[in-house]
């Protein structure tokens, strides 16, 4: 999951950089809105690698 994450990132990424400006900020928003659940995907599996409850 995080592969297809990841890539999906990257390709909003590069989209970002080549659209006009009223598509932008919609892109911009998805960005964030991947980036936050791949750092939260991360954040499980950190907790889980350190054997917490997650919380």
């Not at 990257?10 to 750092?39: F, G, K, M, V």
């Amino acid at each position: 999951m995080t592969n297809a994450l990841e890539n999906h990132i990257e390709e909003l990424r590069r989209e970002a950089n080549h659209c006009d400006p009223a598509e932008r900020a919609q892109i911009e928003a998805e960005l964030e809105q991947a980036l936050a659940e791949l750092a939260a995907i991360i954040a499980a599996k950190d907790t889980e690698l350190a054997g917490e409850p997650p919380h």
